[in-house]
């Protein structure tokens, strides 16, 4: 069985560096879904900062994130905080901003954990990002005591 994993994530890594698209979007969602995932952190950054096309980029942040782990939501924000072009920047804040998750309590309290263990991350980039998203939310503390806007 481990030998049909290590092909798989080799075969990936090689759609990863195809000149085509659609071949590294999907290589960024195998590999995201990999159990070996910190093996491949490396090839799913340079997915994630995809400087082609920000489909591989959307492709593979959702995968990441699709995971509802920390370490999927840590490569996301990582590749955010070296995101270099506007596009690609975008485009891994549009996935973090989507993330479906956040339209569910269950979900966002998840996140708001998430981001909150991220803010003590060994990387300085991944701190400054969770703390980022952070202060642009409200605790779901002060909800409840939020005013209601008059219709």
Do not use: C, Y
Not at 12 to 26: D, G, Q
Not at 77 to 84: D, V
Request: no cysteine; charged share 30%.
């Amino acid at each position: 069985m481990e030998s049909f994993e290590n092909q798989d994530l080799s075969t990936a890594i090689m759609k990863a560096e195809s000149p085509t698209w659609s071949l590294r979007a999907a290589a960024g969602r195998q590999l995201a879904a990999s159990i070996r995932i910190d093996e491949v952190a490396d090839v799913l950054l340079r997915l994630l900062l995809d400087p082609q096309d920000t489909g591989v980029t959307q492709d593979t942040a959702d995968a990441l994130l699709a995971r509802k782990d920390t370490i999927g939501l840590r490569h996301v924000l990582l590749a955010r905080s070296f995101a270099a072009s506007f596009d690609t920047a975008d485009q891994i804040s549009a996935a973090l901003d989507a993330d479906p998750d956040w339209l569910t309590t269950e979900g966002a309290d998840r996140l708001i954990k998430q981001l909150r263990e991220l803010t003590t991350d060994d990387d300085p980039g991944v701190r400054d990002e969770a703390e980022r998203i952070l202060t642009r939310i409200r605790p779901r503390e002060g909800w409840a005591d939020a005013p209601v806007p008059e219709a």
